[in-house]
Every structure is written in structure tokens, then in C-alpha cells.
């Protein structure tokens, strides 16, 4: 005789996004690449604070404008692997997969949700920078306002997730193995590359190659002897466009999957996102593009 | 009283590069278990993945359940009803049996954890893949992780299941276990059974399709396609070259499969697998018995 399942009448979509975002975000949190990133990444921390606690000048210069490298490195390009490889792992299942009501839409944003698991991790690691900066201020400290440099740290978490959330849009639209090593080369390529603007005299032309990209570093030397400066632009609409940068991923993401309505619903809104995405970025490349003077020290 | 038609198949036609896998197929279904046999390119494993709405026909109506998956919401609908186990299928590395299953379950929507777990388990045991549940996928055998393929088919007794060669890689005392779990599914679903395996549609079925080269050749209950053979194949001494099919079975005897009695032969009763060497004649020995 069969055997009758008791089941619910079928929950709402966002039940199951809640439910499948967990299991993901579980996935994500279990994943080598990001273990030995987070281990990594507090070994750069105890390094930094062993730098601190003997008063070295450099590691407080790292700890208050230049550390968001720690967390885009570790977390963000690594994670456009793990982004990458959890989004295509489940391909192996296809069509068993695709045969499920839970759309592609839907599976699609439990990985994007996902993605803040290394936010989590970045947000842990932004509270150990204020915690440092309050137990070891140093003399850089007061040269950037506070709120330019609550955007410039915050940065550092915004990186942390936009980095898997490339690698989940990578995954969706691509199918060829390496696509993932390819995606973060071209990120940190395109980071090196706005460094030039960093090389130019103080402009908002050189401000904008500096801050187009999604990882920026703030902090620039014209020699190793020289002083070091903070680079001009705003931090804070810096910060809005790369949180929107992330949005614009996400979108694109889940484009990938949905059709009819739904689709066109999301369009509209990855188009608003990538307006919004510009114009954030020339009011950051807008503000003054003078250079703040860190004396080396 | 007619049981209730669940998957009505209009015309369904699908091309890919210019060669036809399925042309104007016109196929309905109602509950219980149906075999689809054909050889290698007749269409039958397109034809599941149409079912299985992961595949658009180029023409023709699909309606399953009563419904026509053509909007995200009657898709949806059609999905919590479904199940299907592809002819492939792959297995995220780092998943376990239970694993691989349990996020099955939340893309169908188990979202409650406790009644979710029951359920895996009550299919992995179904299965016979309780005990090796907690292994990973990938350390499984060839036969082990078909049944987690097919484990994750069975989640909610869907009404309407679609198995690609099942029992491909069991081993017999599993194939036998499998039958059972599937003849049970088959009292209150439509199963869809494509497999190349004739015995276990003789064994399941009792209603069989056979494919070739995108169109319809028998349609028709199990025993019905035996009979074509009835009075065609027999036992002699030795092997007929005007037989359709010929081999030297266990006894010494060989089983000549063909239109004509070989001199000093005797008739016997023909099996599924004769008819279909029949039915599908030099196509089905260069396909499936050459193979």
C-alpha cells in the first residue's frame, strides 16, 4: 500500500527562498577556499595588531585607510570563486534541479544571500578596526573625517560580498570551466588598472579611473620615502556606488533565469541600478580631488 | 471508471539541428506505470524532459496535471507534482547522500526542517541507502547513486513521476527492491518508465510505448506486444540466418527469433524483449543488442 506524505499545503516563495538562502549561506560558510581565506585573513590581523602594539607607524597607517585590501582579497576575490563554484556545483544535478518549483529566480537569490556570509565575516573584521584604532590611536587618525573614513572602512565589507556576488553572476552566465579564475583575474586587473588614477595629478579625470573600480585602495605614495596621501573623491558616494555595483550583480545574476514578467520586472530594475551605479560614481569622482597629506611617521 | 487523464500530448514535435527526435507525437497518459522503450536517438528520453518541463517543444500542446505550464505559476504548480530522475546526473562533490537529497527537498519546497528530514529519510530508506546516507555522493558506487537520483524522485510521492533508466547499474537483488518501491509509486501516479531494459517493463509495466525515430511505433498494454510475437520464435539446434535474431542460450539451444520456423525447431513463448526485436527489427539489433 502507499504510503501517504503529510504535507503542507506549498509555502509561500519566500519560505522557500528563507529555507534554500540557509543552506546556501551553510554551503558558503563550509567552503575551503573561504576557511582558509578567513585564517588567512586573521593571520594578516594579528600581524597588523602585533604592528600596532609595538607602535610601528606603517601598520597604523594600514589599519586606518589602506586595510580594506585585507578583506577585499581574502573575502572578495576568493569568494568570486566560491560564488562561482556554488553556483555551478549544482549544475551537475541540471535538470533534476530545474525540474524543482523552486525557479532559477528563487535559487538564485539564496545564493546572492549567501554571499553576506563573508559580509558577516568583513563586519567582524570592521569592528576590530574601531576597536584598534580606540586602543591604539594613531597620528594618522584625525587627518580623514570620520565619516570618509566609516565609508572607506565600510568599503571593505562591501567588497567582501560584492566579490562572491560576481562570482554567482559569472556562474549563471557562463558555462566553461576556469570561468571563475578568469572572472577574478579581470576584477583585480580592473583594480590595478584604476590605480593609474592614483599616478595622475590630483584631478577629477584621475579620481574617476582611480574610483571606477569595485576594489580601490585610498592610500598612495609618490615614493617609498615620500609622504603618503589619501586620494581624493568622496568615500561616501564611493561606498554607494560599489553597494550598488553589488546590487547591479545580483540583478544581473538572476536575469539570467527569469522569464516572462518576471523578467522584465527585473531588467527595469538592473537598469535603475546601473543609472544609479554612474551617477554615485561621478559624485565620488565630483568631490574635491585634492589629495590629504598622511606624513610618514 | 477511466482514471484521470494526467499528461495529454498533443503534437509534439522537437528538432535539433535539423534532425527530428520527436515528430507530432499525440501520447496521453493516466496513472500507473508505463514503459517507453525504443533504441538509442528514438526520442524517449526528449520526450521525458518535455514532460519534465525542462524542455520547450518546437510544436504542440503539453498539458499535465490539467494544466498548461506556459505561465511561472502554472509551472510551479505542474513542479510540486512532479518528480524526475534525468538519464544523467551529476552530484555537487562535497554532498552526502542525505545532503544531495535534503536540498532536493527545499527546492521543492520542504521548508519545515523535521518533517523535511523525515522525508529524505523515508525515501533514502525506500531506496535501500539508509545506511550509506552519511557518505558522500562521489564515494558511492555506479548503482548507489542512481538510487539517490531516483531518491530524490520519490520526495512527496509525486503524481506524476518520470524515471530515465532507473535501474541502469543496480544490481538484480536492488533492481527487484526498486520494482517494489516503484510498483507501489505506480498505484496512485502516472510513472513514465524509460529504460532499455525490457524485463523490468515485462516485470512493472502495464502499458508500453515503444519509440523509434521520433514517432509512436506500439502503443499499447504489455501482453498486446508480446502477442505480436506469439508463434515467431523458437528453439532449434542451431542458429537460423534468416532470423531476425539469433543466439545460443544456456540450455545449447538456440533461440531464433524470426519470421520463418528453422528445420527441426520448436516453438516456444515469446518474450518482450523477441517482440520488440520484431517490432523495431534491424534497428533494435544494431542498437540495442549489438550494444
Sequence with gaps: MTTLVQRAEAPARDATLRTLAGVEARRYARHPLFLIGVALMVLVEVSIANGLASGTGDAQLLLVSDGTTVPAFFL????????????????????????????????????????????????????????????WPGPYSGAISSTNHAAMLSAGVVYAVGGPLFGVMVGRWTRFPGAGLVASVVLVGWALLSTSGLLMSPSRIGTLVHLNAPFTTWVSSDSPTAASWVAGGSPVW????????????????????AWGAQRSRLVRIWAVLVVLALVSLALAAASDPARILLPRG | MTAATTVELTGITKKYRGTTALDAIDLAFQPGITGLLGPNGA???TLLRIIATVLSPDAGEVRLLGRTPATPDELAQVRRQLGYQPQEMGFPRAFTGFGFVDYMAVLKEWTARAPRHNEVRRVLDLVDLGEVATKRVRTLSG?????????????????????????????????????????????????????????????????????????????????????????????????????????????????????????????????????YLLLLGDRALTTEVAA
Excluded at chain 1, 241 to 257: N, P, Q, R
Design chain 2, 143 to 275: 548503482g548507489q547513486r542512481r538510487r539517490v537520483a531516483l531518491a530524490q524522485a520519490l520526495l512527496g510521492d509525486p503524481h506524476l513521476m518520470l524515471l530515465d533508466e532507473p535501474t541502469t547499474g543496480v544490481d538484480p537483488e536492488q533492481r527487484v527492491s526498486l520494482r517494489q518501491v516503484l510498483s507501489r509509486a505506480g498505484e496512485r501516479s502516472t510513472v513514465l518508465l524509460s529504460t532499455h531494459q525490457t524485463e523490468d517493463v515485462a516485470a512493472l509495466c502495464d502499458r508500453v510505448v515503444v519509440l523509434d525515430q521520433g514517432r509512436v511505433r506500439f502503443d499499447g498494454a504489455v501482453q498486446d506486444l508480446v502477442a505480436t510475437a506469439a508463434g515467431r520464435v523458437w528453439l532449434a539446434d542451431a542458429p537460423d540466418p534468416a532470423a531476425r535474431a539469433s543466439w545460443r542460450t544456456g540450455t545449447g539451444k538456440h533461440r531464433n527469433v524470426g519470421e520463418v520456423a528453422p528445420s527441426g525447431s520448436e516453438r516456444t513463448e515469446p518474450t518482450l524483449e523477441d517482440a
Design chain 1, 76 to 135: 572578495g576575490v576568493l569568494g568570486v570563486f566560491v560564488g562561482y563554484r556554488l553556483t555551478r556545483s549544482m549544475a551537475r544535478a541540471g535538470e533534476a534541479v530545474e525540474a524543482s518549483p523552486a525557479d532559477g529566480v528563487t535559487r538564485t537569490a539564496a545564493l546572492c544571500l549567501a554571499c553576506l556570509v563573508p559580509g558577516a565575516v568583513a563586519m567582524v573584521w570592521l569592528a576590530w578596526n574601531y576597536v584598534a584604532m580606540a586602543v
Design chain 1, 238 to 257: 564611493y561606498l554607494v556606488y560599489v553597494t550598488l555595483l553589488c546590487g547591479v550583480g545580483a540583478s544581473a545574476a538572476m536575469l539570467h533565469e
Design chain 2, 43 to 45: 526520442g524517449k528520453t
